[in-house]
């Protein structure tokens, strides 16, 4: 049995009163936009650590109603504290699915804050002032700082709405090719399956514990009962077809928004070129952003699995057709 560590998460908005100060805030934010797991944690992380960008730390985000209070009486680093202490005690070192390390200070995506206030993981008309709120939020509490760096996958294909919400809106998508998306999609989904996602679960709630994703949670209830009953090997070839039509139908997305966009508000970078050498990309960036370059310190290390899932050996090909049929060339 799991020891007990109370991370003492808000749970009414403790910033109410605090919240007329930062009204008059700039709501500038850039977005790292990119199919899911394109790379746009790395990218995040990279950016963040290279410019003056205030940013989205799982901090910020699971405290987010007490993020002003605990400024003005600078207290967070108690918050951080406990919030480790409790990652620790729940055995939770890395998101699990990929090995990306966790802790207080890691990067995380806006999604997840829209989920637990709106029910939604994209920006819409329901969520605005909450998320023009979370910018000015995290530009009161992180000093120094130009703009706002935020991430969230779930928005790749909603730049020209977001533009009409914030039109100081600059984007920056990371591409890679659709075989590599496809591979960390499958290998994420099995481990996904493998056994409890205790993080996941913490992003996800809402102060309801399961009741606030009980549809997701009996699905990998599910999927996991699938994956013991038929084993790894042919659970991945059953969701390669399912997992490759999403990857199309994303990449044929990404390239029409990315094609509309006027390059004085997106640029598009490489992934392959960004982990092997992230100096130059931050540098190609300043024009964009109007910003310099601040620091040349690596981001954390990249966990890669270059080596294909068996079942995709072979399977280039096909996800190519898949999407060209959604493109409407073929």
Aim: hydrophobic share 40%; net charge positive.
């Amino acid at each position: 049995m799991k020891q007990r560590s109370n991370p003492n998460f808000p749970t009414e908005n403790e910033d109410q009163a605090l919240l007329s100060a930062i009204q008059d805030l700039p709501v500038r934010p850039i977005f790292i936009m990119g199919l899911h797991r394109s790379g746009t944690t790395f990218l995040y992380d990279t950016v963040a650590k290279s410019f003056p960008l205030a940013h989205l730390s799982l901090y910020h985000l699971l405290y987010f109603d007490r993020l002003l209070s605990n400024k003005q009486n600078g207290t967070e680093q108690r918050d951080k504290n406990l919030l480790n202490l409790f990652f620790s005690v729940q055995g939770i070192s890395d998101r699990n699915i990929d090995g990306t390390h966790i802790d207080a200070d890691a990067v995380e995506e806006y999604g997840f804050l829209l989920r637990k206030k709106t029910g939604t993981f994209k920006l819409n008309d329901s969520n605005t002032d909450l998320f023009k709120n979370l910018c000015r939020k995290l530009l009161a509490v992180q000093t120094d700082k130009k703009a706002v760096l935020l991430k969230n996958p779930w928005d790749t294909g909603n730049a020209q709405r977001i533009l009409k919400y914030c039109p100081e809106a600059r984007f920056i998508y990371i591409s890679r090719e659709p075989i590599a998306v496809l591979n960390s999609m499958l290998n994420a989904l099995l481990a996904y399956i493998e056994g409890p996602q205790d993080y996941l679960e913490i992003l996800l709630d809402n102060g309801k514990g399961r009741s606030a994703y009980r549809t997701g949670y009996l699905a990998w209830m599910v999927l996991r009962g699938v994956r013991k009953v038929l084993g790894r090997n042919i659970s991945a070839r059953l969701a390669r077809g399912l997992l490759a039509k999403d990857v199309a139908r994303q990449v044929v997305v990404y390239r029409k928004e990315i094609a509309a966009l006027p390059c004085d508000r997106a640029i598009e970078i490489d992934y392959t070129s960004l982990v092997a050498d992230p100096v130059p990309t931050m540098q190609k960036l300043q024009g964009l952003l109007d910003l310099t370059v601040i620091n040349n310190a690596p981001s954390n290390e990249l966990k890669q699995r270059t080596q294909l899932n068996p079942v995709l050996q072979g399977y280039e090909q096909a996800l190519q057709h898949l999407i060209d049929t959604h493109d409407g060339s073929s």
